[in-house]
Nanobody
């Protein structure tokens, strides 16, 4: 079993900052990719930022967060922790944020998608 445990959500005023963190654990052989998604009420989850785990880590961002959010990753053997630094937060960033990872559980296993339990971010105007 693979676990993704998020932390760092909360309440902040517009213009403020929060840092989300997601630690992976469990039966992990390797992680190909990690990212953060968010979900607004009655909407589907959308990608906020993603990062590959190989090499220097290629990143991607939703247009709405470019220049304000930064994704980073730290590695400990096959386990990774991904962080999302969110600056200049806006009320429209208010959502539930979910950690996501593409994981291999063995050297010849398929790649499986895992999600964290979610953490709430509320930005007041």
């Amino acid at each position: 079993q693979v676990q993704l445990v998020e932390s760092g959500g909360g309440f902040v005023q517009a213009g403020g900052s929060l840092r989300l963190s997601c630690a992976s654990s469990g039966n992990i052989f390797s992680i190909n990719y990690m990212g953060w998604y968010r979900q607004f009420p009655e909407k589907e989850r959308e990608l906020v930022a993603g990062i590959t785990t190989s090499g220097s880590g290629s990143t991607s961002y939703a247009d709405s967060v470019k220049g304000r959010f930064t994704i980073s990753i730290s590695r400990d053997d096959a386990k990774n922790t991904v962080a999302l630094q969110m600056n200049n937060l806006k009320p429209e960033d208010t959502a539930d944020y979910y950690c996501y990872a593409q994981v291999r559980t063995g050297w010849n296993s398929a790649v499986y998608a895992y999600w964290g339990q979610g953490t709430q971010v509320t930005v007041s105007s």
